[in-house]
């Protein structure tokens, strides 16, 4: 079982940046893949970014594609979300989870573990 715990969150003017973190505990942080989801009070959760165990392979949703980038540091057991020319539609909780597949996937039933979430609000 691996413990997530995002942080990086915190108040941005529109078109400026944030890089969030997650931090895993636990056994065989390498050996999975990472996502990063989003989800606003009343919505579904919807996926941001995932990248494979190796850092090979990355995904990422229609509305982020081209300003958001994963990325991982295994031996710091650290996945990252780099945010760039935020949007106030951006304003959520951001949240960590662990995927054991092969490929790299985007749909929130399929990852496992989660960590608690970190806010990211955009000021227009």
């Known amino acids: 079982q691996v413990q997530l715990v995002e942080s990086g969150g915190g108040l941005v003017q529109a078109g400026g940046s944030l890089r969030l973190s997650c931090a895993a505990s636990g056994h065989n942080f390498g050996i999975y893949n990472m996502g990063w989801f989003r989800q606003a009070p009343g919505q579904e959760r919807e996926f941001v970014a995932a990248?494979?165990?190796?850092?090979?392979?990355?995904r990422y949703g229609a509305s982020v594609k081209g300003r958001f980038t994963i990325s991982r540091d295994n031996a710091k057991r650290t996945v990252y979300l780099q945010m760039n020319i935020l949007k106030p539609e951006a304003t959520t909780v951001y949240y960590c989870?662990?995927?054991?597949?092969?490929?790299?996937?985007?749909?929130?039933?399929?990852?496992?573990?989660w960590g608690q979430g970190t806010q990211v609000t955009v000021s227009s």
């Open positions: 989870a662990t995927d054991r597949s092969i490929v790299v996937l985007t749909t929130p039933l399929e990852y496992d573990s």
């Open positions: 990248i494979k165990w190796s850092g090979s392979r990355t």
